[in-house]
């Protein structure tokens, strides 16, 4: 009997066939598409060689989605696309359509059930983020509510092209930054700024010392008696406050109310047109946890986003017009004061400096 | 590698991993090098030592813990 | 149904344009009473400014250590819905293509053994079933591999890959992306579904230098899509974009190399010069494109922050053809994975990315373990210290 229970059992059964999901049109010009153009934020059609047309309707979504969401898309995709659709990167919805009179209703409805059509072209793109508070044990701040505040008050970019160039957001509960966030126009990251507290008791039933030792990026951990059993201690003063020691001992928990927030980082990008990718960049070092609307994250990333529309060239990324216009004067319109935070203390910091005498005075 | 070969690789694998219950968290690259100078003089492969792991894992006489990295352990309730 | 708890800060975040979460929440709960639960609780942690998940705790199915995070209720009493709330990680079809037919199963399978919550994606892209219980853990994996889909990657293990739409939907790919994830996921299942490693090790997959799975950025293996010879130009096509935008300046005049230019009214193109950005193609779709001896470059060593810092992929093999290597089932680049790995497994420590190790040792005691050649793509510039360790080997 057990035998047999053992024999049905499915594993290591692999990835599925996505040959079984591609729509006719797809299939027949797979790799024979001949360029494509965008018709509107919401739209754009790829053009095969043979001629043939594929039109894409983009939607939003905020990435946690209840199942009455996926039978809601599916009710789409089988009313105008023959039961076809894909997901984004920046896990937007794409309705994929092969005839052309079909898109304009299909937008109707999804606008009519109050969904999101846009992110195609020089906009603000969906914003790529973490579990934040509804499910992650180390997140310095919640993620879901502090994109949907920003995407509120930026929705305008998402539906409308009126920005230089595109511009990518991301948002990351901590520093593990799950997600591609360290490489975003603008990247928001929940942080720490105290250290971690010590239960010696648990340590010495869950941690592995030299583990936990070996996670410190900046070796505060050492290895310490406690009441006569071994345990460790932290360097308060080279703390950076990461987390990584959490992740590996739960008796090390660095989560705290008043000092949790947010950073903010400007200027990455991850595409090699033109430049080279790059990491972002710090702005601000620090806004509080401000639920359930984080004014100071949403006005803060709104004041980059204006002087960016104001400033840059078209076709410039954020990145791209702050090189331009040089640091200083990034501060300078944003108002965003530039502390002793701003100055980098980690590895590779001597790289950062300005060994020349260029300023712009 | 025969059956009885394979299971003594198996007990000496476990006997490892409960010595240290507490003390050492072991990667399974951890055991497969351990193994591997264990068992230098029968002339055990590396996928020989992984074949071993993945009978007692299959058989949940040892499974997964995760705590920054994934080790190796004995199941809670054995 | 009234609501079991009162959520006054999280009903904030129902207002506003853009789709709320919360509302999916709320739907959630609407066929998976638990996720109630989980509202309740996320709004104490919007009163508290604080997280209420217990660190630690397994979940898992048997034989596999990877596609399940456990996730445990501070507050098992209060919110007993959640006391066990995991999630599930299944590898998602390449290029995130589906059908509604598996959506609506999943969704149902979501509502019956779950908190009627999922993800699409995860950050490394699989798709998420949240809200399970260890004791459900069993059904769910047989229920979603019943519609032919495995569980995805965590821990230290091979993560799942990803990659972008590629030859599917996308001009620009200059390789089959979709194909060669398939088939890598489907040979590393092992080291996929039982972590071995010394800690995560991701593969992504872009067609071009856009990047749009920002695998230079996250992948500790990038593989982006390149050509070796001439931009195809389509001069017509030239002219009727010059008729529309001043293509001089929007695109000659921001290309990296400064190789191409006008002589006339016909564009030239310095290919030898051109380190296929991408710039170009993606202002002039209908005009340009990439030449035909089409593969990838292969970054390596990308990371987020933890431990020693963030880094980005570094060129370790700028022309690699994909596309040849496809008729062998990827031979050479399984090869060089192999290697890799190897050296990874006998010098890497605990915790360490495939990038950090390189750090650590040095690019040249990389390249010898892994049997590549040193050549100047890939490095910025040659060093500009003096401190040269000489070798023997050099008499």
Same mark, same amino acid.
């Given at each position: 009997?057990?035998?047999?229970?053992?024999?049905?059992?499915?594993?290591?059964?692999?990835?599925?066939?996505?040959?079984?999901?591609?729509?006719?049109?797809?299939?027949?010009?797979?790799?024979?598409?001949?360029?494509?153009?965008?018709?509107?934020?919401?739209?754009?059609?790829?053009?095969?060689?043979?001629?043939?047309?594929?039109?894409?309707?983009?939607?939003?979504?905020?990435?946690?989605?209840?199942?009455?969401?996926?039978?809601?898309?599916?009710?789409?995709?089988?009313?105008?696309?023959?039961?076809?659709?894909?997901?984004?990167?920046?896990?937007?919805?794409?309705?994929?359509?092969?005839?052309?009179?079909?898109?304009?209703?299909?937008?109707?409805?999804?606008?009519?059930?109050?969904?999101?059509?846009?992110?195609?072209?020089?906009?603000?793109?969906?914003?790529?983020?973490?579990?934040?508070?509804?499910?992650?044990?180390?997140?310095?701040?919640?993620?879901?509510?502090?994109?949907?505040?920003?995407?509120?008050?930026?929705?305008?970019?998402?539906?409308?092209?009126?920005?230089?160039?595109?511009?990518?957001?991301?948002?990351?509960?901590?520093?593990?930054?799950?997600?591609?966030?360290?490489?975003?126009?603008?990247?928001?990251?929940?942080?720490?700024?105290?250290?971690?507290?010590?239960?010696?008791?648990?340590?010495?039933?869950?941690?592995?010392?030299?583990?936990?030792?070996?996670?410190?990026?900046?070796?505060?951990?050492?290895?310490?008696?406690?009441?006569?059993?071994?345990?460790?201690?932290?360097?308060?003063?080279?703390?950076?406050?990461?987390?990584?020691?959490?992740?590996?001992?739960?008796?090390?928990?660095?989560?705290?109310?008043?000092?949790?927030?947010?950073?903010?980082?400007?200027?990455?990008?991850?595409?090699?047109?033109?430049?080279?990718?790059?990491?972002?960049?710090?702005?601000?070092?620090?806004?509080?946890?401000?639920?359930?609307?984080?004014?100071?994250?949403?006005?803060?990333?709104?004041?980059?986003?204006?002087?960016?529309?104001?400033?840059?060239?078209?076709?410039?990324?954020?990145?791209?017009?702050?090189?331009?216009?040089?640091?200083?004067?990034?501060?300078?319109?944003?108002?965003?004061?530039?502390?002793?935070?701003?100055?980098?203390?980690?590895?590779?910091?001597?790289?950062?400096?300005?060994?020349?005498?260029?300023?712009?005075? | 590698?025969?059956?009885?070969?394979?299971?003594?690789? %198996?007990?000496?694998?476990? @006997? *490892?991993? !409960?010595?240290?219950?507490?003390?050492?968290?072991?990667?399974?690259? #951890?055991?497969? =090098?351990?193994?591997?100078? %264990?068992?230098?003089?029968? @002339? *055990?492969? !590396?996928?020989?030592?992984?074949?071993?792991?993945?009978?007692?894992? #299959?058989?949940? =006489?040892?499974?997964?813990?995760?705590?920054?990295?994934?080790? *190796?352990?004995?199941?809670?309730?054995? | 149904?009234?609501?079991?708890?009162?959520?006054?800060?999280?009903?904030?975040?129902?207002?506003?344009?853009?789709?709320?979460?919360?509302?999916?929440?709320?739907?959630?709960?609407?066929?998976?009473?638990?996720?109630?639960?989980?509202?309740?609780?996320?709004?104490?942690?919007?009163?508290?400014?604080?997280?209420?998940?217990?660190?630690?705790?397994?979940?898992?199915?048997?034989?596999?250590?990877?596609?399940?995070?456990?996730?445990?209720?501070?507050?098992?009493?209060?919110?007993?819905?959640?006391?066990?709330?995991?999630?599930?990680?299944?590898?998602?079809?390449?290029?995130?293509?589906?059908?509604?037919?598996?959506?609506?199963?999943?969704?149902?399978?979501?509502?019956?053994?779950?908190?009627?919550?999922?993800?699409?994606?995860?950050?490394?892209?699989?798709?998420?079933?949240?809200?399970?219980?260890?004791?459900?853990?069993?059904?769910?994996?047989?229920?979603?591999?019943?519609?032919?889909?495995?569980?995805?990657?965590?821990?230290?293990?091979?993560?799942?890959?990803?990659?972008?739409?590629?030859?599917?939907?996308?001009?620009?790919?200059?390789?089959?992306?979709?194909?060669?994830?398939?088939?890598?996921?489907?040979?590393?299942?092992?080291?996929?579904?039982?972590?071995?490693?010394?800690?995560?090790?991701?593969?992504?997959?872009?067609?071009?230098?856009?990047?749009?799975?920002?695998?230079?950025?996250?992948?500790?293996?990038?593989?982006?899509?390149?050509?070796?010879?001439?931009?195809?130009?389509?001069?017509?096509?030239?002219?009727?974009?010059?008729?529309?935008?001043?293509?001089?300046?929007?695109?000659?005049?921001?290309?990296?190399?400064?190789?191409?230019?006008?002589?006339?009214?016909?564009?030239?193109?310095?290919?030898?010069?051109?380190?296929?950005?991408?710039?170009?193609?993606?202002?002039?779709?209908?005009?340009?494109?990439?030449?035909?001896?089409?593969?990838?470059?292969?970054?390596?060593?990308?990371?987020?922050?933890?431990?020693?810092?963030?880094?980005?992929?570094?060129?370790?093999?700028?022309?690699?053809?994909?596309?040849?290597?496809?008729?062998?089932?990827?031979?050479?680049?399984?090869?060089?994975?192999?290697?890799?790995?190897?050296?990874?497994?006998?010098?890497?420590?605990?915790?360490?990315?495939?990038?950090?190790?390189?750090?650590?040792?040095?690019?040249?005691?990389?390249?010898?373990?892994?049997?590549?050649?040193?050549?100047?793509?890939?490095?910025?510039?040659?060093?500009?210290?003096?401190?040269?360790?000489?070798?023997?080997?050099?008499?």
């Amino acid at each position: 009997m057990a035998e047999e229970v053992k024999k049905k059992r499915l594993t290591d059964i692999g990835p599925h066939d996505y040959n079984e999901y591609l729509s006719p049109v797809i299939k027949k010009n797979y790799g024979k598409w001949a360029y494509h153009e965008i018709l509107d934020p919401g739209t754009m059609v790829h053009v095969a060689e043979s001629g043939d047309k594929i039109y894409t309707v983009r939607m939003g979504s905020p990435r946690l989605v209840s199942g009455s969401f996926v039978r809601d898309i599916c009710d789409i995709a089988d009313k105008y696309c023959g039961g076809h659709l894909r997901f984004t990167t920046r896990n937007n919805v794409e309705f994929l359509i092969e005839d052309e009179k079909n898109v304009s209703p299909l937008k109707k409805d999804l606008e009519k059930m109050g969904y999101n059509v846009g992110g195609i072209g020089n906009i603000v793109a969906n914003i790529v983020h973490t579990q934040g508070w509804v499910h992650c044990h180390t997140s310095a701040s919640d993620a879901s509510g502090v994109v949907k505040s920003v995407m509120d008050e930026l929705y305008e970019y998402f539906i409308e092209d009126k920005l230089p160039s595109k511009v990518r957001i991301a948002f990351a509960c901590c520093l593990n930054m799950c997600g591609s966030v360290s490489s975003s126009d603008i990247a928001i990251v929940g942080t720490h700024r105290k250290p971690p507290r010590i239960d010696a008791e648990r340590l010495r039933n869950l941690c592995e010392i030299p583990s936990t030792i070996a996670a410190c990026p900046t070796n505060s951990i050492r290895p310490d008696t406690v009441d006569g059993k071994p345990g460790v201690k932290v360097n308060e003063e080279t703390c950076v406050f990461c987390g990584s020691c959490y992740t590996v001992c739960p008796a090390m928990p660095i989560a705290n109310a008043e000092n949790d927030g947010l950073s903010i980082w400007v200027g990455g990008k991850v595409s090699n047109a033109r430049t080279k990718p790059t990491f972002s960049k710090l702005a601000i070092p620090f806004i509080p946890n401000d639920p359930p609307r984080w004014p100071g994250v949403v006005n803060a990333v709104k004041t980059i986003l204006n002087e960016y529309k104001k400033g840059a060239e078209p076709g410039e990324r954020v990145g791209e017009w702050i090189d331009r216009i040089g640091w200083p004067r990034f501060f300078k319109l944003t108002g965003f004061p530039f502390t002793k935070y701003h100055i980098d203390d980690f590895r590779l910091a001597e790289t950062t400096m300005n060994y020349s005498s260029h300023a712009r005075l | 590698m025969n059956d009885e070969t394979k299971k003594k690789v %198996e007990d000496k694998i476990l @006997g *490892l991993v !409960k010595e240290y219950v507490g003390k050492k968290r072991f990667k399974p690259i #951890d055991i497969v =090098k351990e193994m591997e100078k %264990e068992f230098a003089s029968e @002339g *055990l492969t !590396k996928d020989d030592i992984k074949a071993a792991l993945k009978d007692l894992m #299959d058989e949940e =006489k040892l499974v997964y813990g995760y705590a920054g990295g994934s080790f *190796l352990t004995i199941p809670e309730n054995k | 149904m009234g609501k079991k708890h009162q959520t006054p800060l999280l009903d904030e975040l129902k207002k506003g344009k853009w789709i709320s979460f919360v509302r999916e929440m709320e739907r959630a709960a609407e066929k998976s009473e638990r996720t109630e639960d989980l509202l309740g609780q996320v709004e104490e942690s919007y009163r508290d400014k604080v997280n209420h998940w217990k660190h630690g705790g397994m979940a898992g199915v048997r034989g596999y250590g990877a596609g399940m995070v456990g996730r445990f209720s501070e507050f098992p009493d209060k919110y007993p819905g959640i006391k066990e709330c995991h999630s599930m990680r299944i590898i998602p079809s390449a290029g995130f293509f589906y059908n509604t037919d598996f959506l609506r199963k999943l969704a149902d399978i979501s509502e019956k053994h779950a908190g009627g919550l999922l993800n699409f994606h995860g950050a490394t892209g699989n798709i998420q079933i949240l809200g399970m219980s260890q004791a459900e853990a069993e059904d769910v994996f047989q229920a979603v591999a019943e519609l032919g889909f495995d569980l995805g990657g965590s821990g230290s293990d091979l993560r799942t890959p990803s990659c972008c739409a590629g030859q599917a939907r996308c001009e620009f790919a200059n390789y089959d992306t979709m194909k060669i994830c398939r088939h890598l996921t489907e040979e590393y299942l092992d080291e996929l579904h039982r972590p071995a490693f010394n800690y995560k090790f991701k593969f992504k997959f872009s067609g071009c230098a856009n990047d749009c799975v920002a695998s230079a950025a996250r992948s500790d293996l990038a593989f982006i899509g390149t050509w070796k010879d001439k931009i195809k130009i389509n001069q017509e096509e030239v002219k009727n974009y010059k008729k529309k935008f001043d293509v001089q300046k929007y695109v000659l005049d921001k290309c990296p190399t400064k190789c191409m230019w006008f002589e006339g009214e016909n564009l030239v193109i310095d290919d030898e010069n051109c380190v296929k950005c991408m710039h170009c193609i993606n202002e002039l779709p209908k005009a340009l494109k990439a030449g035909d001896e089409r593969g990838c470059s292969i970054l390596i060593g990308a990371k987020a922050p933890l431990v020693t810092g963030p880094r980005m992929g570094m060129m370790l093999v700028p022309f690699y053809d994909v596309n040849e290597d496809a008729k062998n089932d990827y031979e050479w680049i399984k090869s060089l994975i192999s290697n890799m790995w190897e050296f990874w497994d006998e010098y890497g420590v605990s915790r360490e990315r495939i990038g950090e190790l390189i750090g650590r040792v040095g690019l040249n005691t990389f390249l010898e373990g892994i049997g590549l050649e040193p050549i100047p793509e890939m490095v910025e510039h040659p060093r500009s210290n003096p401190f040269i360790k000489f070798t023997e080997d050099e008499d």
